[in-house]
C-alpha cells in the first residue's frame, strides 16, 4: 500500500496508518465506519458488496477490524454476505492482547426482528460472544434464544436507537465501534452524527443502473462536512479516510 495523502510514501502500514480510533470528546465509544463503493457511488454489485472489493480491500477490511474493540453490522448485511466469526492471524492476535484487548472483536448485529441463524458457526463458533442489539418490541422468545448464544442489548422501543446502542456498548467497555453497514445502518448513525471516521474505499469500477449508495435511510440534516486526513492505494483501488470536522 502505498500513501498519496498526506504525505506521499511508497510503502506504508495499514495498522500505524489508521490506528484506533480515540474516544469520542462525549466519552462514548469513537465511531468508524467502513463502506466500500464503486467510482460511481454503487454501494452494491449484484446484490452484494463483495463484487466491488479486491485483495487489497479484502486486506484493509481485516485490519480494521484488528483495531476494533468492537464491531457493529446490520442484520441484513449479516444474512446476504453469510457473515462468519471474525478470524484474525497470529500477528493481529498478538497485537490485540499486548493492547489489553480480546484476541479478535465480537461482532454486534442490529436487529428488529431478532430473528438471526442461531446455529450458524457466527454463533456457534465465535471465539468472542456475539453481540444481539434490537428492540423491546422483538418477540420475546426470540430475545430469550438469542440470550442463549449471545450478550443481549435492548436499546429502543421499537426500533433500536444507534445512539442508545453505542452508548451501551462504551458501558460494556467497548471504546470504539467499527461499523460495517448496511448502508441503512450507516444512514442511521449519519443522522446521528455519530460517524466519527468514514473509511471509504473507492473500487475502479462503473456499475450504472440504479444501485445504492452508501448511506440508504434519514438524510443527514445538515449534512455533515468532512475532512479527509488520509488517501491509501494498493491495486487502483483508493482507500480514504474522512473525519467529521
Ligand atoms: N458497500 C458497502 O460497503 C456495504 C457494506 C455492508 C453491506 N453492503 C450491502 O448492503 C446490503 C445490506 O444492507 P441493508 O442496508 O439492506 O441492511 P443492513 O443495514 O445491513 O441491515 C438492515 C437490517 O438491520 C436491522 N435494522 C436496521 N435498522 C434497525 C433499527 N433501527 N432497529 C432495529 N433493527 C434495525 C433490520 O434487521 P431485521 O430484519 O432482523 O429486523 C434490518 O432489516 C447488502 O446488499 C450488502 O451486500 C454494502
Redesign the pocket.
Known amino acids: 500500500m502505498r500513501c498519496l495523502y498526506p504525505k506521499c510514501q511508497d510503502q506504508v502500514d495499514p495498522v500505524v496508518a489508521y490506528g484506533r480510533p480515540t474516544c469520542h470528546p462525549s466519552g462514548r465509544p469513537a465511531v468508524r465506519l467502513n463502506?466500500?463503493?464503486s467510482v460511481d457511488g454503487a454501494?452494491?454489485l449484484a446484490?452484494?458488496?463483495?463484487p466491488?472489493g479486491g485483495v487489497a480491500d479484502r486486506n484493509l477490511f481485516a485490519t480494521l477490524r484488528s483495531l476494533a474493540s468492537v464491531i457493529l453490522?446490520?442484520?441484513?448485511?449479516?444474512r446476504?454476505?453469510g457473515y462468519g466469526p471474525v478470524r484474525l492471524g497470529d500477528v493481529a492476535r498478538a497485537r490485540r492482547l499486548s493492547d489489553g484487548m480480546a484476541p479478535v472483536p465480537p461482532i454486534a448485529v442490529?436487529?428488529?426482528?431478532?430473528?438471526?441463524p442461531w446455529e450458524a458457526p457466527f454463533f456457534t463458533e465465535a471465539e468472542s460472544r456475539p453481540v444481539v442489539v434490537?428492540?423491546a418490541a422483538a418477540p420475546q422468545e426470540n430475545v430469550d434464544r438469542a440470550a442463549s448464544v449471545a450478550d443481549v442489548i435492548v436499546a429502543?422501543d421499537l426500533?433500536?436507537d444507534?445512539s442508545r446502542a453505542v452508548e451501551a456498548l462504551g458501558q460494556r467497555g467497548y471504546s470504539d465501534v467499527l461499523a460495517?453497514?448496511?448502508?441503512?445502518?450507516a444512514a442511521?448513525l449519519s443522522a446521528a452524527l455519530l460517524v466519527d471516521e468514514l473509511c471509504l474505499t473507492l473500487s475502479p469500477m462503473l456499475t450504472g443502473g440504479a444501485a445504492?449508495r452508501?448511506l440508504?435511510g434519514p438524510a443527514v440534516s445538515p449534512p455533515t462536512t468532512l475532512g479527509l486526513d488520509l488517501v491509501l492505494e494498493a491495486d487502483e483501488y483508493l482507500f480514504l479516510r474522512y473525519r467529521r470536522r
Open positions: 463502506m466500500i463503493s454501494a452494491v446484490g452484494r458488496s463483495g466491488l453490522v446490520g442484520a441484513g448485511t449479516m446476504v454476505e442490529v436487529t428488529r426482528s431478532c430473528d438471526l434490537t428492540a429502543g426500533q433500536v444507534l460495517e453497514g448496511g448502508p441503512r445502518i442511521q445504492r452508501i440508504d
